[in-house]
């Protein structure tokens, strides 16, 4: 059944759409942190399986000098020791310059605040 022509509501182009619940203006689906978790599960998954993999196939041993240490491992296992060590380094330098910016924007506000 439809409604008599004239109890519709009059369309006025001007004034935009709301989008149903759920949806941002374009249309689209919006994203969620239940759908970023998701999202970062099956990234590290992958990545974890293309790890085992990459250690499974690199077992041949190799001997490790390092300051006086040495020691045979398997090549995958330790090329992926030299992996997360690149990363901790990097990670340590982010740090650092991550505590020098905030420590800069903790000293600019304040600087506003006292001149107002």
């Known amino acids: 059944m439809n409604p008599a022509p004239g109890n519709q509501a009059p369309v006025n182009p001007a004034q935009?759409?709301?989008p149903p619940a759920g949806l941002d203006?374009?249309?689209?689906?919006?994203r969620t942190r239940v759908s970023g978790a998701w999202v970062g599960l099956v990234t590290a998954t992958v990545v974890l399986l293309l790890l085992v993999i990459f250690?499974?196939?690199n077992t041949a041993?190799?001997?490790?000098?390092f300051l006086g240490f040495h020691g045979e491992l398997s090549l995958g296992l330790m090329l992926l020791i030299a992996a997360l060590c690149g990363v901790v380094i990097a990670a340590l330098i982010a740090t650092a310059r991550i505590l020098q910016l905030r420590k800069a924007l903790k000293a600019s506000a304040q600087n506003r605040t006292a001149a107002v």
């Open 25 to 30: 203006r374009h249309g689209r689906v919006k």
């Open 61 to 65: 041993k190799v001997t490790v000098h």
């Open 55 to 57: 250690i499974a196939q």
């Open 16 to 18: 935009p759409i709301a």
